[in-house]
Nanobody, 122 residues
Framework: QVQLVESGGGLVQPGGSLRLSCAAS????????IGWFRQAPGKEREGFSC????????YYTDSVKGRFTISRDNAKNTVYLQMNSLKPEDTAVYYC???????????????WGQGTQVTVSS
């Protein structure tokens, strides 16, 4: 059974940092592209970062570029998302997802985690 489990969310002040983890069981993450998505209340789920399986290339949308860093630890079968300089508009439920290649399309991804809440507020 494939499981992706996100952790590391919480409440943080503007300008603060959090590191999210996406731990996998039932699959080997280095064979998959891993995307990070987020969904704010009343909004659609959006992809904002991805790390490819083949060459480890990373991708970011402009909204997080320079503030967020995606990385993987194949030995731990885990992908991380380091989030710095957090803003109130980053508040959302954050999800990781696995697919063969990176894309920003929700429907392309085969496996999803349950999500972790990130709240940025003073």
């Amino acid at each position: 059974q494939v499981q992706l489990v996100e952790s590391g969310g919480g409440l943080v002040q503007p300008g603060g940092s959090l590191r999210l983890s996406c731990a996998a069981s039932g699959i080997t993450l280095d064979y998959y592209a891993i995307g990070w998505f987020r969904q704010a209340p009343g909004k659609e789920r959006e992809g904002f970062s991805c790390i490819s399986s083949s060459d480890g290339n990373t991708y970011y949308t402009d909204s997080v570029k320079g503030r967020f860093t995606i990385s993987r630890d194949n030995a731990k079968n885990t992908v991380y998302l380091q989030m710095n300089s957090l803003k109130p508009e980053d508040t959302a439920v954050y999800y990781c997802a696995a697919d063969a290649v990176c894309s920003g399309y929700v429907h392309r991804y085969d496996y999803w985690g349950q999500g972790t809440q990130v709240t940025v507020s003073s």
